[in-house]
């Protein structure tokens, strides 16, 4: 429980009774709908087996843990396409967030199907300032939908692991000092940027492992002509393949896609002349365009209190 038997919280979330409410979403659905201040709710470790969703009338939520592998969102869901039709994919979330302004710290989100069973989102997030930072996200495909068109997002210091396009959508999100585990062979990322953003996916001293067997892993594929994703300064185990990015067997996408890569290290680092040519190196002056700040600047880069992606504890 936290300091103070809850003090500084507006609601505890303990599974076993002892909090406000025994389930995260109840907690959700107790909060005042577009709140003046920000809502904060402790989630307290344990396994909590649902389905959340932060509706878009529920901005400015926060959700802390208490620590960053023992409160654990949970649930088994995955594509079906005979129950939900070819759009499947998006009903299988664990964490699904619509309400901008959202913060997490210290949760796992977990899709507990296994390998064999398709997609299977463990956080699906569309919201605008969105920042998730010291959280785990647990699954095997597709087990990160970061969405939204003209929506920003923003990790640090998280795990995010998976088997195939485990990090896809449109959003403008940065990764930074994550850990990317890959646990087959297969593709990290599939963006679908819009060509109205300037920017996708940008990882920034990332860290890029993989399970002991896995020796093949591309670093994206494009989901849709115009994707755009980076690399600057991240740290790529020998898992990744030599050609660092792959066209999804459309050559046509190779015209429009901005795959880059700017000072990383590692095995899987080299971007010499098996890199695919249709990827890019970035130049030092470059590559500061794809700075943090200047990639979630939006309309409204700074308010009095800092960058809105800094402001986690408040």
């Not at 389930?23 to 396994?47: L, M, W």
Request: include cysteine; glycine fraction near 10%.
């Amino acid at each position: 429980m936290p300091a103070g038997d809850g003090e500084g919280y507006d609601y505890v979330v303990d599974e076993s009774g002892r909090g406000d409410y025994e389930s995260v979403q109840a907690a959700i659905d107790g909060a005042k709908a577009f709140p003046g201040e920000r809502i904060t709710i402790f989630v307290a470790d344990g396994v909590y087996d649902e389905k959340v969703r932060i509706p878009s009338w529920n901005p400015k939520i926060s959700l802390i843990g208490e620590s960053q592998a023992n409160p654990v969102l949970t649930y088994d869901d995955h594509f079906d396409t005979i129950e939900r039709g070819r759009n499947s994919t998006f009903f299988t979330y664990t964490l699904k967030v619509c309400g901008n302004g959202f913060r997490a710290r210290n949760l796992t989100v977990r899709n507990a199907a296994g390998p064999d069973r398709g997609p299977a989102v463990a956080l699906h997030v569309e919201a605008d300032r969105a920042v998730f930072e010291n959280c785990r996200f647990v699954g095997n495909q597709d087990t990160v939908y970061a969405a939204g068109e003209g929506a920003r997002q923003y990790f640090r210091e998280c795990h995010v692991e998976g088997t195939t396009d485990f990090v896809f959508g449109g959003a403008t999100a940065v990764f930074e000092r994550c850990d990317i585990h890959s646990k087959a062979d297969s593709y990290v990322t599939a963006a679908s940027t819009p060509p109205s953003e300037p920017y996708g996916y940008v990882f920034r001293e990332c860290a890029l492992t993989a399970d002991p067997e896995v020796s093949d892993v591309y670093l994206g594929r494009p989901w849709r002509n115009h994707a755009h994703v980076a690399f600057v300064r991240c740290r790529l185990g020998s898992h990744v393949h030599p050609a660092g990015w792959h066209n999804w067997s459309r050559p046509e996408a190779e015209e429009t896609v901005t795959f880059a890569e700017y000072d990383n290290r590692g095995p899987g680092a080299s971007t010499g002349d098996e890199r695919v040519p249709w990827s890019e190196e970035l130049t030092p002056t470059e590559a500061e365009t794809y700075a943090t700040e200047t990639v979630l600047a939006g309309e409204h880069p700074r308010r009095a209190s800092g960058p809105w992606y800094r402001t986690t504890t408040e």
